[in-house]
């Protein structure tokens, strides 16, 4: 009985065999499917923190920009008020003592010359006493003239543009309209100068801001593959479970025959000796 139990099946060893060969290969697969699935998990990590360093550095080269543009924008400021005072300075070049109509002139002149001499009419109303009726009725109607002009004029024109001049004293206001243009040429060019200053600090952060960007677009192409390196060697794994599940089916198979002969044969050999 010992002797035939022990007697060699060349069969079921074969599936034996096979089993143990398949259940071998499918813990080496478990390892493989670990490791692919750890790495993913690093490249993770290491991908998120690169990509957090990304939005911080992004955030930081935003907010840089932003103040530089604050200060382009001062910048054209004082280019717009010396571009102005320029333009008066030319009028003020070219206008003679004769007669000139206002459409030859800027609008920016108009203003300042109506606006100058609106101050002389109000001055002269305050301080004058020797004015008749007569002429004091025709300055206000003047005065009443000229700021309806001057509200007519003033949409058109932006405050900082305004500067005003004496028509009393065009020398002097050349002089100081000079002065004045040359301080607004200095600013803008102050400005314009820490303007590029900034440009050149926040340079540098644009390479690397594309590095981290390379960076994380990389790790996370890491992390894509070593998820799908997982999932097909999760796949072997399912597909090679089926086949060990079957020899695992079919060995038993080949035991349960074997025990059913054994009680056979017993039974068979008690009912001979009985």
Same mark, same amino acid.
């Given at each position: 009985?010992?002797?035939?139990?022990?007697?060699?099946?060349?069969?079921?060893?074969?599936?034996?065999?096979?089993?143990?060969?398949?259940?071998?290969?499918?813990?080496?697969?478990? *390892? !493989?499917?670990?490791?692919?699935?750890?790495?993913?998990?690093?490249?993770?990590?290491?991908?998120?923190?690169? !990509?957090?360093?990304?939005?911080?550095?992004?955030?930081?080269?935003?907010?840089?920009?932003?103040?530089?543009?604050?200060? #382009?924008?001062?910048?054209?400021?004082?280019?717009?008020?010396?571009?102005?005072?320029?333009? !008066?300075?030319?009028?003020?070049?070219?206008?003679?003592?004769?007669?000139?109509?206002?459409?030859?002139?800027?609008?920016? @002149?108009?203003?300042?010359?109506?606006?100058?001499?609106?101050?002389?009419?109000?001055? #002269? @109303?305050?301080?004058?006493?020797?004015?008749?009726?007569?002429?004091?009725?025709?300055?206000?109607?003047?005065?009443?003239?000229?700021?309806?002009?001057?509200?007519?004029?003033?949409?058109?024109?932006?405050?900082?543009?305004?500067?005003?001049?004496?028509?009393?004293? @065009?020398?002097?206001?050349?002089?100081?309209?000079?002065?004045?243009?040359?301080?607004?040429?200095?600013?803008?060019?102050?400005?314009?100068?820490?303007?590029?200053?900034?440009?050149?600090?926040?340079?540098?952060?644009?390479?690397?801001?594309?590095? @981290?960007?390379?960076?994380?677009?990389?790790?996370? *192409?890491?992390?894509?593959?070593?998820?799908?390196?997982?999932?097909?060697?999760?796949?072997?794994?399912?597909?090679?479970?089926?086949?060990?599940?079957?020899? #695992?089916?079919?060995?038993?198979?080949?035991?349960?025959?074997?025990?059913?002969?054994?009680?056979?044969?017993?039974?068979?050999?008690?009912?001979?000796?009985?």
């Amino acid at each position: 009985m010992a002797r035939e139990d022990e007697e060699a099946d060349p069969e079921q060893d074969g599936v034996r065999e096979l089993l143990q060969a398949m259940e071998a290969k499918m813990r080496k697969l478990s *390892d !493989q499917r670990r490791t692919h699935n750890e790495s993913a998990r690093t490249n993770a990590d290491k991908r998120d923190a690169v !990509q957090k360093q990304y939005g911080s550095l992004r955030d930081e080269i935003k907010e840089i920009l932003e103040s530089q543009k604050e200060v #382009r924008v001062k910048a054209k400021i004082h280019q717009a008020r010396r571009d102005a005072i320029q333009e !008066q300075l030319r009028n003020l070049f070219s206008r003679s003592k004769s007669t000139k109509s206002n459409r030859d002139k800027s609008v920016i @002149l108009q203003l300042s010359e109506k606006s100058s001499e609106v101050e002389q009419i109000e001055f #002269r @109303l305050e301080r004058d006493g020797t004015l008749k009726l007569d002429a004091e009725n025709r300055l206000h109607k003047k005065l009443k003239s000229l700021k309806n002009e001057i509200k007519e004029l003033e949409p058109q024109v932006q405050t900082e543009m305004r500067i005003k001049i004496d028509i009393n004293d @065009l020398e002097g206001s050349i002089e100081q309209l000079k002065a004045e243009a040359d301080e607004e040429h200095k600013q803008m060019v102050a400005f314009n100068k820490e303007a590029d200053k900034i440009w050149e600090e926040v340079k540098p952060k644009f390479d690397e801001r594309d590095f @981290l960007k390379s960076e994380g677009d990389r790790l996370h *192409d890491s992390f894509v593959k070593c998820r799908k390196d997982a999932d097909a060697v999760h796949q072997k794994i399912d597909d090679l479970m089926t086949q060990v599940t079957t020899a #695992r089916k079919e060995l038993q198979g080949f035991k349960d025959e074997r025990a059913s002969w054994i009680t056979l044969h017993n039974k068979s050999i008690d009912e001979s000796t009985s």
